[in-house]
């Protein structure tokens, strides 16, 4: 049997780093490290939806990054997404505070793929456009139960397209469910990390910053 060339990497604390639940948002998923000069102004009056995490926000559905109003039409969306089939599609405002590449087995199992290519965005900063034969579908890994319990995976219930993660304060989408004129991808979508390295299952020599853990929250290793 061929040894496993990618050993886990471990902590300064030599601590085994451990895939996290996903969706194992970044640090400004978090409230204590979230950057108010990241978060425009779209429209929404009331507070982050399911900021504190769980599944109990009341109406849900209705708030972002769902089926929401904006004040005044202060929500310009810029970029749109759709799954596979056109059940589901959302729109975006503005450009996305980051991009990622995540090498985590909680990734490589869930999507498939040797790792997650994702950008960043505020929560409030994302609206549903299309759900068609109420085709929104969620998974709570933490749980392992389809049901909408943040943080959480959302994909398309008919053709099960994934399209994003929704943390607490952020929304991790994936560019490839983007529709970009000509098919060109925006510089704001080009990963500046890759995170969770050591667990990875190939090689990607592309110069980009690879990180232990979260980016700037753990050991970069290469």
């Not at 639940?21 to 978060?39: F, G, K, L």
Request: glycine share 6%; net charge negative.
């Amino acid at each position: 049997m061929a040894e496993n060339v990618h050993q886990d990497t471990r902590s300064s604390e030599g601590l085994l780093e451990h895939q996290s639940d996903t969706s194992h948002h970044p640090p400004e998923d978090h409230v204590a490290d979230a950057r108010p000069d990241q978060v425009s102004n779209t429209g929404w009056r009331g507070p982050i939806p399911s900021q504190k995490g769980g599944g109990d926000e009341d109406d849900f559905v209705h708030k972002p990054p769902y089926d929401w109003k904006s004040d005044r039409d202060l929500f310009k969306p810029k970029y749109t997404c759709e799954c596979w089939c056109g059940n589901l599609a959302f729109e975006f405002h503005g450009d996305p505070v980051d991009a990622k590449y995540c090498h985590c087995r909680d990734c490589q199992s869930l999507h498939g793929a040797p790792f997650q290519w994702a950008v960043i965005f505020p929560k409030t900063s994302v609206r549903m456009v299309t759900n068609m034969d109420d085709s929104l579908y969620f998974f709570s890994s933490h749980r392992r139960e389809s049901v909408h319990d943040v943080p959480c995976k959302v994909s398309c219930n008919h053709c099960r397209s994934p399209l994003f993660d929704e943390g607490r304060n952020t929304v991790l989408a994936y560019p490839s469910a983007f529709n970009f004129p000509d098919h060109k991808i925006p510089l704001d979508f080009r990963p500046t990390a890759h995170i969770f390295y050591g667990q990875r299952i190939v090689d990607v020599p592309d110069g980009v910053p690879k990180w232990s853990g979260h980016k700037d929250h753990s050991q970069q290793i290469d």
